[in-house]
């Protein structure tokens, strides 16, 4: 039995044979052409082509794994658009007297070099989104039929990595589990399995050694460990795990329609973060009481333009409706630093997390806030939305919020427009400034929710991007609940409440400190409700409540 530990992206437990995908570079011969036009020519007819192919994979991927995810190949299509990109293509042609396929391979080779180059670790995956369509422009150069990934049965995928373009075109019926040696949080392969809920593995250095292809495998997505020709004593242990785990789903599934209320009867809360009106299913399923964060910016991120005012009414206004009622809660705009829009033309900025983004942008851009704010409101009218502002560090900027928002109110009562008057308005608190000034922001708003993603980032001073900070930051910092829980209070003061939408909401092993400190709603992904929920009604806060505070100072 040989044993490979990777990092678990995730959870679950999978059995089957391992089926290894090696991607296999074209091999491109360098020639030199005489008639540079007939090949520049030759290029753009590929160069349509490629289009053609990535369309037809975005619908294809709509259907199955949902807009979000099918996004990347609307934004390989954006790359096949990229001026830089096509003019060094071109360039490589006229100047250089390269075959096209060559001139493409140069091209891509540069720019993923750069892309792996940089800090950011999402532009660092975009590197192999540039291999992704050199590969496919050079198939097309060479007349050869592009490679899909297919499978006779029911196997573990050992890869590499996945190209985008591979991993729509799967037999997702037969897939048991992905195992990498590359990629991360946010590689492909990890979103298509946390979609498909099935388990993933990533870092697993060694899993793409000849010898494992068709062996049985067995894959812990809890534990990142993949044992190969596993022995029984392997096989009896890892299948008593896997009983155990699918036992607790079932009865987790049970508690569907069960109030999340602790043992002393206080009830939580308990909502969805979503990005996408796609994703209101989840909800559903998982039985959230509403949406505790719709992230707005993903209409932005997957077009090539600002989108309208009536495109930005037509979303929220079908997340209202289909929400039947249930609060949906919609964050604008935030955008910057580890997300960004090419057409807003931002500055490059040294540390773009410390920069303009989120509200920042809004403000400084009053247009597209308004255009947004308009949106919304007009929407509100078919549903319960409230609106949520990212980033906010002082008063004066939730008092030019709202004054915006007033403007925006008078002109659709000028047009006889609906809208609800009473619409709430909340801010998240994501910096040590918001939460030490926290009691004068509660006077100006209707909730705060805690986004602790940012409040860890920026109270550690530890950029959430950078994997090598990794060990260095404690999610359970002192400091951290400490402002959480001043938060919480000084919103219980002023008779707003608060709630956490960021990553620590899921955390099982926050949610007692949480609710002691009087939390009175946690946000998390749609499938972590129900064992949060099981949490929630096993804890009795009056007993534990001054042991857990104490503990804080």
């Known amino acids: 039995m040989n044993t490979i530990t990777g990092k678990p992206v995730c959870g679950g437990i999978a059995f089957g044979k391992l089926e290894l995908i ?6 491109v011969q360098r020639i030199r052409v005489n008639d540079t036009k007939k090949e520049t ?10 289009k053609k192919e990535l369309d037809d994979l975005y619908k294809k991927a709509l259907l199955e794994v949902g807009e979000e995810n099918a996004m990347i190949f609307d934004i390989h299509q954006m790359m096949l658009n990229d001026v830089d990109f096509l003019d060094s293509i071109k360039s490589n042609i006229t100047n250089q007297k390269l075959n096209a396929e060559s001139a493409v391979a140069m091209t891509a080779d540069n720019f993923a070099q750069m892309f792996s180059s940089m ?28 490679t899909s990934v297919t499978s006779g049965g029911n196997v573990i ?6 190209a985008p373009s591979q991993t729509v075109q799967l037999d997702k019926s037969k897939i048991l589990a992905f195992i990498t040696e590359e990629g991360s949080n946010n590689s492909h392969t990890s979103i298509l399995a946390r979609t498909m809920n099935i388990p993933a593995i990533i870092g697993a250095k060694g899993i793409l050694d000849d010898s494992f292809n068709g062996c049985d495998v067995i894959a812990d997505g809890y534990s990142g460990k993949i044992y190969i020709n596993p022995d029984m004593s392997t096989v009896l242990k890892m299948q008593e795990k896997k009983l155990k785990s699918e036992e607790k789903m079932l009865l987790l599934s049970k508690l569907k329609g069960v109030k ?28 959230a009481m509403g949406v505790g964060l719709f992230r707005s910016e993903f209409i932005y991120l997957e077009r090539k333009n600002y989108p309208t005012e009536d495109e930005q009414f037509s979303v929220y206004k079908n997340v209202a409706q289909k929400a039947l009622g249930k ?39 009053p247009l597209v806030f308004k255009t947004q704010l308009r949106a919304l409101l007009r929407a509100s009218a078919y549903g319960k939305i409230a609106i949520m502002f990212p980033m906010i560090t002082s008063v004066g900027e939730i008092k030019k919020i709202k004054e915006i928002l007033e403007e925006e109110k008078d002109d ?14 909340g801010i998240m608190i994501e910096t040590p400034a918001a939460a030490i000034i926290s009691d004068l922001l509660a006077k100006e708003v209707d909730f705060f929710s805690i986004g602790t993603n940012d409040l860890t980032q920026y109270t550690l001073a530890i950029d959430r991007q950078n994997d090598a900070a990794n060990a260095f930051c404690d999610v359970h910092h002192t400091a951290i609940l400490r402002l959480i829980k001043t938060t919480v209070e000084n919103a219980h003061k002023n008779k707003i409440w608060a709630g956490i939408c960021g990553e620590l909401a899921a955390d099982l092993n926050l949610t007692e400190t949480f609710l002691a400190m009087g939390v009175d709603e946690l946000s998390v992904s749609p499938s972590l409700i129900l064992p949060l929920k099981q949490k929630i009604l096993d804890v009795n806060i009056s007993k534990i409540k001054d042991d857990i505070l104490q503990s804080l100072y």
Request: glycine letters at 4%; proline letters at 3%; one cysteine or more.
């Open 327 to 365: 609060r949906v809660i919609i964050r604008t705009l935030d955008i910057g630093a580890d997300k960004q829009v090419d057409y807003f033309d931002m500055p490059e900025e040294e540390n773009p997390a410390m920069g303009v983004r989120a509200i920042r942008i809004c403000l400084a851009r």
């Open 412 to 425: 659709l009562r000028k047009d006889s427009i609906p809208f609800n008057e009473d619409i709430e308005i």
């Open 260 to 287: 999340p209320v602790t043992k002393d009867g206080k009830e939580i809360l308990l909502y969805a973060n979503i990005g996408s009106e796609d994703d209101l299913v989840s909800v559903y399923e998982n039985d």
């Open 22 to 27: 090696k991607n296999e570079t074209s091999c």
């Open 119 to 146: 800090d950011d670790s999402y532009m660092q995956a975009r590197a192999s989104d540039v291999k992704d369509i050199s590969e496919r422009l050079i198939s097309i150069l060479s007349n050869k039929k592009s």
């Open 157 to 162: 995928i050992g890869a590499l990595d996945l």
């Open 41 to 50: 020519e030759r290029f753009e007819a590929a160069l349509l082509t490629a």
